[in-house]
């Protein structure tokens, strides 16, 4: 998945109370479908334009300078209640007509990542095991084939909780433990080995399988889950031989032995009218009353798409502030 793409200005809809800016949508090809915003008058539908994903960090150049006093990050927001998902700017080049066109590479910009907390790294053995899939989900608007795919068919939805995630696994007799992108070594201090003892996961996973989880609590992320400890809370089991992951029945036997992230429904059929009705049901709140990061989205049934992807999606809750 890329980090910026040619598109075209599919739709232009005032904002209330706004005198210089509208809202946009615009199609990316394979880049999605999102909404933004631009100068009155800069765009008409049909125009095309370049398209700045979620969490892209921009190069430091006189065209981006607005960007500065964000620290040169696209982040998605809600401006006067409407949706601001990506930064839309007028294309360098009136060569391009290939909607879709990936221009990550060509534009310089790069991928943000959350810092690492102290409490996380450590010592490594080497990167991340190649034969277990990181945890990455997709936004949504990103996904649109997929979104549509799970029409009708009943889901169950869980609460992205904010904090840096795991992933703990047994294969072929090894056990080992891992952030992100490296698997750590048992050093004092480390969150995802203190957790791994304390539910002593050594001996509760079979051979063959891996578990991912969020990391959460102080010293990590800010903890806006409010907790008074570093806690685990789950999201995958994965079958390691068998390529692919077990679902929600999976996670609900799991939760007896490490904390599940919060179940919000399960069993209904995906009857959402709109892209909208989506991220008004991204919004929510924490226990301790903060706005919850999002939630992620998955069928009763695991299944993947003909592209081989996984049928999981997250939706960010736009009244979010990291």
């Given amino acids: 998945m890329g980090l910026a793409y040619i598109g075209k200005v599919i739709e232009v809809i005032p904002?209330?109370?706004?005198?210089?800016?509208?809202?946009?949508?615009?199609?990316?090809?394979?880049?999605?479908?999102?909404?933004?915003?631009?100068?009155?008058?800069?765009?008409?539908?049909?125009?095309?334009?370049?398209?700045?994903?979620?969490?892209?960090?921009?190069?430091?150049e006189e065209r981006f300078a607005f960007m500065e006093k964000h620290k040169w990050r696209v982040r998605m927001?809600?401006?006067?209640?409407?949706?601001?998902?990506?930064l839309i700017m007028p294309?360098?080049?009136?060569?391009?007509?290939?909607?879709?066109l990936d221009i990550t590479?060509?534009?310089?910009?790069?991928?943000y990542e959350k810092p690492m907390p102290a409490n996380m790294s450590g010592d490594t053995l080497g990167w991340f095991p190649t034969f277990i899939p990181k945890t990455d989900e997709p936004n949504f608007q990103s996904v649109p084939?997929?979104?549509?795919?799970?029409?009708?068919?009943?889901?169950y939805s869980t609460?992205?909780?904010d904090g840096s995630s795991a992933t703990v696994y047994k294969h072929q007799g090894h056990f080992g433990c891992c952030s992100r992108n490296l698997e750590l070594k048992d050093t004092p201090g480390n969150a995802v080995w203190q957790i791994a003892r304390e539910y002593e996961l050594a001996d509760a996973i079979p051979d063959g399988i891996a578990i991912q989880f969020e990391v959460a609590g102080p010293g990590i992320q800010g903890n806006p889950l409010g907790l008074k400890k570093v806690e685990p809370r789950l999201f995958?089991?994965?079958?390691?031989e068998?390529?692919?992951?077990?679902?929600?029945?999976?996670?609900?036997?799991?939760?007896?032995?490490?904390?599940?992230?919060?179940?919000?429904?399960?069993?209904?059929?995906?009857?959402?009218?709109?892209?909208?009705?989506?991220?008004?049901?991204?919004?929510?709140?924490?226990?301790?009353?903060?706005?919850?990061?999002?939630?992620?989205?998955?069928?009763?049934e695991e299944a993947r798409m003909d592209t081989g992807e996984r049928v999981s999606f997250k939706v960010i809750n736009l009244l979010y502030k990291e």
């Avoid at 590479?105 to 991928?111: A, F, I």
């Avoid at 084939?145 to 889901?155: D, I, S």
């Avoid at 709140?285 to 989205?297: D, H, T």
Wanted: include cysteine; charge should be neutral.
């Fill in 242 to 300: 068998g390529h692919r992951y077990l679902g929600i029945d999976a996670l609900t036997i799991w939760k007896d032995t490490l904390p599940m992230v919060d179940l919000i429904e399960r069993n209904r059929p995906f009857d959402f009218g709109s892209d909208e009705d989506l991220r008004k049901y991204a919004e929510g709140l924490y226990p301790n009353g903060k706005p919850r990061e999002g939630v992620v989205i998955r069928p009763m």
């Fill in 91 to 100: 294309p360098l080049e009136h060569t391009f007509k290939d909607i879709g």
């Fill in 145 to 155: 084939a997929m979104v549509q795919w799970l029409r009708g068919k009943p889901f």
């Fill in 159 to 161: 609460v992205k909780a």
């Fill in 15 to 60: 904002i209330e109370g706004a005198d210089r800016i509208e809202s946009l949508k615009v199609v990316c090809g394979s880049g999605g479908l999102w909404r933004g915003s631009a100068q009155k008058g800069q765009f008409a539908i049909g125009d095309l334009c370049e398209v700045y994903l979620q969490d892209t960090l921009l190069p430091q």
């Fill in 236 to 240: 995958n089991v994965y079958d390691i």
């Fill in 77 to 86: 927001m809600r401006f006067k209640g409407t949706p601001s998902e990506v």
């Fill in 105 to 111: 590479g060509l534009r310089g910009v790069t991928k």
